[in-house]
């Protein structure tokens, strides 16, 4: 609600004045919020990026061999999943 609303009371206001609030109500609801949007995919893009980086950080201690058995070992999982 806005200042300029509170100006003169509900009970107060004419058929016509009480319709264009009513307009002008319904009208904010269907505004799109950007920012809103915004908010909720910088969430999911943060948590991901968390979980890229998690990953990156278990794979940079893994020793060259035990990389080649995990890779191994996804890429049977993939071609054993295909087929099913």
């Known amino acids: 609600m806005k ?26 609801r269907e505004i799109e919020r950007p920012a809103a949007k915004r908010i909720v995919k910088k969430a999911i893009e943060k948590t991901s990026r968390g979980k890229v980086s998690k990953v990156e950080k278990m794979l940079e201690g893994l020793s060259d061999a035990e990389r080649d058995v995990l890779l191994k070992q996804l890429s049977l999982d993939l071609e054993g999943g295909e087929s099913e």
Not at 12 to 25: G, N, V
């Open 3 to 28: 200042l300029e609303q509170l100006v003169k009371p509900v009970d107060q206001q004419s058929d016509e004045e009480l319709l264009e609030r009513l307009r002008t109500i319904r009208h904010n």
